[in-house]
């Protein structure tokens, strides 16, 4: 079981905007940076948000993430059909000493 | 551009030691960078194994510390990883990564990851 809780899956129509959330602790997301990967079926992860909301280079801006106290947020507007992967948050947890991450979300384009 | 590949036995067998490497390209591991091994069981989310840096200091998950061993070779220009008593529930995709310069815990190059069967 991981210490971060995200919903198992979120859907949506091309073109609308969704959330994914993550929640957690004081001893991880309340207390340390966090990251969101993307996961296309059969791929490595990929880094589409890194210290709560930074996008890296390549990432559109179609792609934000936000944090308040102990919960993330992870948001995609517009979606694409490519959007279709697994996310997963995973900041580092100060008490476990170790970067942890959540179960993954799901999310289908319908 | 810089690249990472995995490497290894795809299946091992019951308490016997697994052993990857990473071959990087693109980038002289010695001139820096923290890089990181992961792995994800079938149908699972992420786990974190450990990391190194360039110098050879290590950190591992406490979780598999007492099993884990992370090196760097800078004259092959790759990163190895030892599992020791593996068991079936060490059977996973193992993926390296490179950690992100701007980041202390984001990591913004993997490889494609390399599937490890334990089973006898």
């Known amino acids: 079981q991981s210490v971060l809780t995200q919903p198992p899956s979120v859907s949506a129509a091309p073109g609308q905007n969704i959330t994914i959330s993550c929640s957690g602790s004081y001893s991880n997301i309340g207390n340390n940076y966090v990251t969101w990967y993307q996961q296309l079926p059969g791929t490595a992860p990929k880094l589409v948000i890194y210290d709560n909301n930074k996008r890296p280079s390549g990432i559109p801006d179609r792609f934000s993430g936000s944090k308040s106290g102990t919960s993330a947020t992870l948001g995609i507007t517009g979606l694409q059909t490519g959007d279709e992967a697994d996310y997963y948050c995973g900041p580092w947890d100060g008490s476990l000493n170790a970067l942890v991450f959540g179960g993954g979300t799901k999310l289908t384009v319908l | 551009q810089v690249q990472l590949q995995e490497s290894g036995p795809g299946l091992v067998k019951p308490s016997e030691t697994l052993s990857l490497s990473c071959a990087v390209s693109?980038?002289?591991?010695?001139?820096?960078?923290?890089w990181g091994w992961f792995r994800q069981p079938p149908g699972k989310g992420l786990e974190f194994i450990g990391s190194?840096?360039?110098?050879?200091?290590?950190y591992y998950n406490p979780s598999l510390k007492s099993r884990v061993t992370i090196s760097v070779d800078t004259s092959k220009n790759q990163i190895s990883l030892k599992l020791i008593s593996v068991t079936a529930a060490d059977t996973a995709v193992y993926f390296c990564?490179?950690?992100?310069?701007?980041?202390?815990?984001?990591?913004?190059?993997w490889g494609q990851g390399t599937m490890v069967t334990v089973s006898s």
């Open positions: 693109g980038y002289s591991i010695s001139s820096g960078y923290y």
């Open positions: 190194i840096y360039h110098s050879g200091s290590t």
């Open positions: 990564a490179r950690r992100y310069l701007n980041s202390v815990n984001a990591f913004d190059i």
